[in-house]
């Protein structure tokens, strides 16, 4: 022990530089794979956060339609136009400029289903069925059984990066087995 | 001068240190990366299996619904399903098909097909409803989803 205080001989610039430079390296690999962890763990939860802004906007459409009457197919697929539980004509638009999926209540402003900062809309298609008969008697027999909606999705992080969503909803109203359509009037 | 190197075992030992490390940095990161790619997988999982609970109420509803007239009070024809089928939307009649099968792609109304997932729908008849176990498989990550069990009254809900 003694000796090893003694010991009068010392590192050269060079051995120092090299520790130095080795251990400079080794910090930087850590700390860029520590922010790449970093960076993937808030890139999740971005995820997260705009696949949950996904699931409340469906599932707004999915009540709403759940209820509706009258149901329209508009602009090749594009649109939709029905009436809401209490009569308002209401309708749910892709605007392919924007990249938006918009709901519009009469002729309140359309707001958007999903927050444009989260997800980016790329295709919806709205599809409905037709009836097998050309009765024009009851609702139930000439009302959409079904409706279809394709969506064509990109959720997006805040640092820009996209993963795609494409999926599909299905509603089959319950105003479909009513006599007559209340809204009719 | 003392010519002690460092030993090969002292080597062998960091380079195990340093390599433990590296695995569990990048482990983590692996595993927040999967963790989403299984949350969207089961979110369009879901999304199908939704998708054909709807199909199947539909189905059920146009075949009770259609033929009825109110007038002559005509009986109600009950669907008839196979055992294990499948149910989508027919883009170009705008109807609703059965076919009798027991494992079923899944196609987007676009045309496009959602690739690796499959599906089963396994019916049974009870004197007041049908019974409809419907399941998804993913085969490409492995995912199964739940059973979903639906049951559907034969009777109409509102004659």
Known sequence: MAS???????????EISIVLLLFSFAILIVSQIYLNVINASIMINDYYQALENVRLGTEKIWRILKYGWSFEVLNNGRSLRFQKKNCVTTTISFNSAEKVLYYQEETLIPEPVFDPDLVKVNRIIFATDTPNVNENYAYFQYAPKIIIIFYDLEIKSKKGVTTSLVFEQAVAPLNSTYTSNLCAQ | M???GTSFGEIMIVFLIISVALIVFLRITSDYLKSLVFVKDFFILNSLLQ????????YRNKALEEPFMVETIAPAQWPIFPSNFCILFNTSTKKIDITSSSNCSFTFIDGTSLRNVTYTISAYSDPDYYIFDIKAYDRLRGINSEINRLYITKWHPSF
């Open chain 1, 4 to 14: 090893f205080f003694l010991n009068n001989k010392s590192y050269t610039l060079l």
């Open chain 2, 2 to 4: 003392k010519n002690k």
């Open chain 2, 51 to 58: 998708s054909k609970h709807q199909l199947l109420i539909a």
